[in-house]
């Protein structure tokens, strides 16, 4: 077989592919070369636990095993993988393991689901399946675990909702250090005890618990119980004679040689044939880039592409060899070589330690990375610097060329030729007068593509410090991986000292230019880096001349710290709440901490989301065609092409509507699909139905519009100096601003900009629209947490009364405000499409159209003066925020209203003035965001206040406690603050976080650290409650008893992982005084509660709960009788008592927050329900070389008032903090000076990680705190914590302060949110930055603007 080519073996007909699913023997006669795991597991086998977030390896929601049988080592290979990259046709004679395979909430739980859900690890619930293989996978492999390999295994799981501490919490039970107190100072090694924890926070307190879950509840892991790899597999894989493999699809086959030769026999007869081994890269370039191989070659199986071998030189690795292979064989050659041997082996271990996540390293091959030949590439900058050996081969023969500069001659081309491949490459072993190091800088450390990567070896002459060889290598600075050869060749023959790196920097700030239009932008940040990294070069090889002995100046101890290779540490963690009474009945739940009521169906795949529903038969897919220009005429549309495609069925534009083609959420500025002009990048004009998703995407870029492009306007200032702003400018005003201002000692101006925020759930939008096919009855399933306004905007455009439309929502993969009003553009759309055709049509968006089209955070600019005594007291403020409001107003004024109302956060203002402006700009509109507007708001206040402090020369926390509003004032807008407990807060944060301690630890470290600086920080919120908007403070539920005694409850809310749904129980529970057990929430509807509110603003537990405690108590009464007539009977006895005596056991609850209703015009009226209080402090540690942070330490007080489940509440708290951590220090949203977002996929935009989390997080909720305002004196939560993360900013800016006091500079300096590294290292001033000036503004077009 091995000299017959495998195309011509099989001639038109495909391969039959075998693989098992769960356990189950799969047979594929047609496998399609371009479908993915993930799509055949949801679309063909209806395994639907395994979830798409993204489509590019970056979330980690597709994450499942794949176990293979290797004959040679007779070992079976266990690998988590990202299902939406895994080839369908590579999976020949593998074992696919899902959620739905290792247990059930039917038949059992794994361990690995029970735990993820009882610590509380587990919200939406749309990342947890993921999260589960990954930590199944990882107990396959290693039973006995330790945190770092946790950690390690979770580098490609990502998480919108838990903030991660209870995920790794819970998996904590399964490690080696699994016997932890989890901080109560019960055993050795506490974090309370050791003196890393809060100090305080392990008193003793009989109504204070720490105890969110109980381990010992848990089921026990046994290891032995696994599920076996399947034996047919295994025989299988022993019994085959040959891996040549060919399989034909619409447009690409695939060809599996079973040879090396006849791998290289295909590459001569498909020169284009595009190799693929681990499909990260090649995979991306199809699903983004619209790229079409039509011959792929897989290698992935040829023995001497896998083969490893130590060489005399150096280890050889087959070019298929997974990076993971790759680095357990280099880890295992660092323990046995001489340190001396191993430099560039560590060097390249430094690097996979942040390559990606351990899904992607387990595929991706060593080869791919170099043929890809990325400039950012993290490893071809150690093959260049350590000048690997690569042999090519054709069908000819072989050669053998070294990574230098010839080797990549272009943007991702390299010296091979057509038809050669990549065989091996030779990593050396390292000399004893060599050194070598790796470094990466990218915004986030886990998981993300580097800005600058580098590499640098040295060699001295023997005993010496005189360099006899240098090569510095950077990724990121060209369009190739380069060598700095000028520099290199000007240092041969140099000591090693000062004079050497004067002469370095210089250098290399000559050779490594870039332009100042650059892709990727950050350009003086990139040029800087090359010469701070250098400087870390330079300062660690000093050291290690030194260890050996050689006579070289000693590194100052302040310098030290710069050299320091980043070693994250296992976070800690404590969480404290008020414990319910003892006595207590155990039924009466509310205020214990009870698990999310779908976390184990979360966990086991169970749950169903939208897209999960099953197909309808007759069911078709729609694709949206959105327009490419920000600010356009439309000339004309074609879609004849695309009409012609495959499975097309219909092509919808605006002449298809059949009501209004005008919606929006308040106003109706915005067209349903655009038909004469758009007004921003992903602005809907129409959409592409198909029989399946794959045909309706490939037409729906195939369909022709023609622009006549107009101007846009992109950013705020651009805005600002066009004049464009929506109607109205709010105003608050109180006091006397002159006198106020007169009155100062000090008068400060100052800005901020405050950059936008993608929302990043992990379900994207989708709706699934049937029609009824009987007086215009539409059923939608959707993924909103707007029910009512879906309904009413679908009605609108389809003509017919609300009352046709049903819109029910199960659960949603999160929301966070993204799925509040912009979901109603593509429900409507899909709508009209499934009217159209009267047939159910769905649409899930993709994540880049999902990022591209629904907008999200507002971005911020705010421009203030600030009057302010000697003492620190601020005596005036006027305020000006403009936000970048987008083509429509969606919920813009309410948005800046609460910018306004909370202006000044938490600071007494006797005279103050705020202005609020709303750019109308050509971006897509921007919209609701946990928070909505108040961190806006409030992110301006604690600039200004951290300006005063630090033009007074005042320590910030001294100034804030000053200015902290006291119990009995008002607000500017007039509201007095009753129940004040802020102060409470304020003390409690003090004390908890040790913070005079900590300040004096930070001071000492600042002066014995030059290039690494701690910074400290504690910063309250004042969270106003309600709906800024009076008429949407107001409920319903409804309530069935059923005659079996058990319940329906109904509500107006709807659940997307905040727990809604099980507090909402656990009220009904208590006010029927029955088990939750009892009680169902089936989902959210509109035919059961009509004209509900948003699930917004944090208000949703008080104003539901109210409703269905209404409902409840009406029910409760009307059984009074029964109860009282047969006392010592059950529940079920009252409930069938009442039916047989024809009580109505239905009952509807409604609520509308009293006394509520704000008028701008006269300043007066209360805005607010009542207020949710915290403070936050935060330590961070800055590397003011590279600007990268480490979150070191957090401590949280809220206030939730008497919490109705502290899980829950405490999961709100983490959450929101780390999305906040994500707003103000990571999330950068980029887009080109033509209104082109950039960043559109978690490869270019970071949220926070599982490495992000502070490394101790204390969160407390504040005792005896009752709040008469809402539900059981409980408060809301969902929102108010996200501000708390404010603390990191000015941490870092506080370390940035003590980083610039070094090159002499204090006093206010301007730091725009988010301070990423960019921010941070620009802002720390010195020697390096003065050798990279920045380009003057106005003299070159930006890759990317500021919005
Ligand atoms: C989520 C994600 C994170 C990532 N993170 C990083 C990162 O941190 N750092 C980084 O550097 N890269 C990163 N990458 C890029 C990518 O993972 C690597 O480049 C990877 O090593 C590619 O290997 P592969 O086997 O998957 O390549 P494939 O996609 O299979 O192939 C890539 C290219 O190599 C060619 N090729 C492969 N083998 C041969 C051969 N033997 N002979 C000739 N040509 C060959 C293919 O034709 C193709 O052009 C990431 C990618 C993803 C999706
Ligand atoms: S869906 Fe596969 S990693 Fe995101
Ligand atoms: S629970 Fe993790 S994304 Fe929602």
Request: aromatic share 8%.
């Amino acid at each position: 077989m091995a000299d017959t080519d495998t195309e011509t073996r099989s001639g038109s007909g495909s391969d039959e592919l075998i693989f098992f699913v769960n356990g189950k023997k799969i047979v594929e006669r047609n496998a399609d070369p371009e479908m993915m795991l993930l799509t055949y597991l949801r679309r063909k086998l209806g395994l639907t636990g395994t979830k798409l977030g993204c489509a590019e390896g970056g979330c980690g929601a597709c994450t499942v095993m794949l176990s293979r049988y290797q004959t040679h080592t007779q070992q079976l290979l266990h690998h988590a993988v990202n299902a939406c990259l895994a080839p369908l046709c590579s999976l020949h004679l593998v074992a696919v393991t899902t959620v739905e395979g290792i247990g059930s909430v039917a038949r059992k739980l794994h361990p690995v689901q029970e735990r993820i859900a009882r610590a509380h690890g587990s919200q939406c619930g749309f990342c947890t399946p993921g999260i589960v293989m990954s930590m199944y996978a990882l107990l396959r492999n290693n039973p006995t675990p330790k945190m770092v390999d946790v950690e390690e295994a979770f580098q490609g799981n990502l998480c919108r909702c838990t903030g991660y501490r209870p995920i790794l919490e819970g998996y904590k039970t399964l490690t080696v250090e699994g016997g932890c107190c989890g901080g109560r100072g019960r055993d050795d090694g506490c974090c309370m005890t050791n003196g890393n924890g809060a100090e305080e926070s392990c008193e003793e307190d009989v109504d204070e618990s720490t105890f969110l879950f109980n381990a010992a509840d848990f089921a026990p892991f046994d290891p032995t119980q696994e599920v076996i790899f399947p034996p047919e597999l295994m025989s299988l894989t022993t019994t085959q004679t040959s891996a040549s493999l060919c399989f034909h699809g619409a447009r690409a086959t695939w060809l599996q040689p079973g040879s090396l030769d006849e791998f290289l026999r295909l590459k001569w007869k498909h020169p284009a044939g595009r190799v693929v081994v681990g499909n990260t890269e090649v995979g991306i370039e199809v699903k983004f880039k619209n790229m079409v191989y039509p011959v792929i070659l897989a290698p992935a199986f040829i023995p001497e592409l896998n083969t490893v071998t130590h060489t005399e030189d150096g280890v050889v690795f087959g070019a298929a060899c997974t990076l993971s292979h790759m680095g357990a064989v280099l880890k295992q050659a660092v323990e046995t070589l001489p340190p001396h041997q191993t430099q560039v082996f560590l060097a390249v271990l430094e690097q996979l330690r942040w390559f990606a996540g351990l899904q992607i390293r387990n595929v991706a091959a060593v080869g791919g990375n170099i043929m890809t030949a990325s400039p950012i590439s993290d490893l071809n900058p150690v093959f260049m610097a350590a000048s690997c050996r690569l042999t090519l081969m054709d069908k000819d023969g072989r050669r053998v060329v070294r990574m230098d500069d010839g080797f990549f001659t272009g943007y991702r081309k390299t010296s091979l030729r057509p038809q050669e491949i990549l065989l091996s490459i030779e990593i050396p072993y390292s000399k004893e007068s060599q050194f070598v190091s790796a470094f990466k800088q990218s915004p986030r450390r886990e998981d993300d593509i580097s800005i600058v990567t580098a590499a640098m070896s040295v060699t001295f002459a023997p005993g010496s410090e005189v360099v006899e060889d240098l090569r510095l290598s950077y990724g990121g600075m060209a369009a190739t991986t380069m060598l700095a050869t000028k520099t290199a060749k000007r240092l041969l023959g140099r000591q090693w000292g000062e004079e050497l790196l004067q002469e370095a920097c210089s250098s290399l700030a000559e050779e490594m230019t870039l332009d100042a239009s650059a892709p990727g932008g950050m350009v003086t940040y990139r040029r800087t880096l090359t010469l701070s990294l250098f400087y870390k070069f330079y300062l660690t090889v000093l050291q290690k001349l030194r260890e050996q002995g050689v006579n070289v100046v000693e590194v100052r101890s302040d310098c030290l710290s710069a050299a320091e290779v980043y070693h994250p540490e296992t976070p800690s963690s404590v969480q404290i709440y008020q414990a319910v009474l003892e006595g207590r009945g155990q039924n009466d739940v509310v205020g214990r901490p009870m698990m999310h009521l779908s976390a184990l169906k979360q966990a086991t795949g169970e749950a169903v989301y939208c897209d999960d529903v099953p197909l309808y038969e007759n069911e078709l897919y729609l694709a949206l065609v959105t327009s490419s220009k920000a600010h356009a005429n439309i000339l004309t549309i074609d879609a004849s092409a695309a009409e012609s495609m495959p499975g097309v069925v219909s092509c919808v534009f605006a002449a298809d509507i059949p009501g209004s083609n005008t919606t929006g959420p308040i106003q109706s500025d915005e067209t349903v699909l655009a038909s004469q002009q758009v007004t921003c990048v992903g602005h809907i004009i129409g959409a592409v139905v198909a029989d399946t998703q794959v045909h309706a995407q490939r037409a729906a870029k195939a369909v022709k519009i023609h622009y006549e492009e107009l101007k846009p306007v992109v950013t705020i200032q651009e805005a600002i100096a066009a004049q464009s702003f929506y109607q109205p400018i709010r105003t608050i005003q109180n006091g006397d601003l002159e006198a106020g201002f007169k009155q100062a000692d000090h008068i400060l101006e100052g800005e901020i900009h405050m950059g936008g925020q993608e929302h990043f759930y992990l379900e994207t939008n989708v709706t699934l629209a049937v029609p009824r096919g009987e007086d215009g009855e539409i059923e939608l399933f959707v993924s909103t947490q707007a029910a009512t306004k879906t309904q009413s905007l679908v009605a609108k455009a389809l003509g017919v009364p609300a009352n046709r439309v049903v819109v029910r929502v199960k659960r949603m993969g999160g929301g966070f405000g993204g799925k509040e009003t912009r979901t109603t553009l593509l429900s409507t759309v899909v709508a009209v499409a499934a009217s159209k055709l009267q047939r159910p049509v769905r649409c899930m968006l993709d994540r880049d159209e999902d990022m591209l089209i629904t907008g999200g955070r507002h971005p911020f600019y705010g421009k203030y003066k600030v009057g302010f005594l000697n003492s620190g007291k601020v005596v005036a403020l006027d305020v000006s925020y403009y936000c970048n409001a987008g083509n429509s107003m969606d919920l813009s004024l309410s948005v800046m209203e609460r910018a306004l109302f909370h202006m000044e956060n938490s600071y007494s203002l006797a005279n103050v003035r705020g202005r609020g402006f709303l750019c109308r700009t050509n971006l897509p509109s921007n919209t609701a965001f946990r928070g909505f507007g108040g961190p806006q708001g409030m992110m301006v206040t604690e600039s200004w206040i951290t300006d005063v402090a630090q033009t007074l020369g005042r320590p910030a926390e001294e100034v804030r406690r000053l200015n902290l509003y006291v119990e009995g004032q008002s607000t500017p807008y007039n509201q007095m603050l009753g129940q004040f407990t802020l102060d409470r807060c304020w003390d409690e944060c003090l004390s908890r976080s040790g913070y005079q301690q900590r300040h004096a630890a930070v001071n000492l470290y600042n002066k014995q650290n030059r290039w690494t600086k701690r910074g400290l920080a504690i910063v309250p919120t004042k969270f106003g409650i309600s709906f800024t908007a009076l008429f949407l403070n107001q409920a319903g539920a409804l309530v069935h008893i059923y005659a079996d005694g058990s319940v329906l409850l109904t509500h107006g809310g709807t659940e997307m992982g905040q727990g809604l749904h099980t507090k909402m129980v656990q009220i009904a529970s208590r006010v029927l005084d029955i088990p939750c057990s009892k009680i169902h929430i089936s989902e959210t509807s509109t035919n059961t509660v009509p004209n509900t509110s948003p699930t917004a603003a944090s208000a949703s537990s008080d104003l539901n709960g109210a409703a269905v405690q209404n409902a409840c108590e009406i029910l409760a009464t009307r059984l009074e009788p029964f109860k009282t007539k047969n006392p010592k009977g059950l529940w079920e006895d009252w409930v069938k008592a009442a039916y047989f005596d024809r009580v109505n056991l239905s009952a509807n609850g409604f609520y509308k927050t009293p006394d509520l209703g704000y008028a701008f015009d006269s300043n007066s009226g209360r805005a607010f329900n009542y207020f949710t209080y915290g403070v936050a402090c935060s330590e961070v540690e800055i590397d003011c070389l590279t600007g990268a942070h480490k979150n070191l330490s957090t401590t949280i007080v809220m206030d939730v008032g008497h919490s109705l489940n502290p899980a829950i509440d405490i999961g709100q708290v983490e959450g929101a903090f780390m999305q906040g951590l994500g707003l103000f220090t990571l999330e950068e949203l980029h887009y080109s000076p033509q209104g082109v977002l950039l960043t559109r996929g978690p490869g270019s935009y970071k949220i926070p990680a599982f490495g992000d989390i502070p490394t101790h997080l204390t969160v407390s909720l504040l005792r005896d705190a009752p709040n008469d305002k809402a539900i059981f004196a409980s408060k809301a939560v969902g929102e108010p914590p996200l501000f708390l993360a404010a603390s990191v900013f000015y941490a870092i800016k506080d370390a940035i302060s003590a980083a610039r006091v070094e090159s002499g500079i204090s006093g206010p300096f301007r730091l725009d949110s988010p301070a990423s590294g960019e921010r941070i290292r620009n802002a720390c001033s010195d020697r390096f930055t003065k050798l990279c000036p920045p380009a003057e503004r106005g003299s070159f077009t930006p890759w990317s603007v500021q919005v």
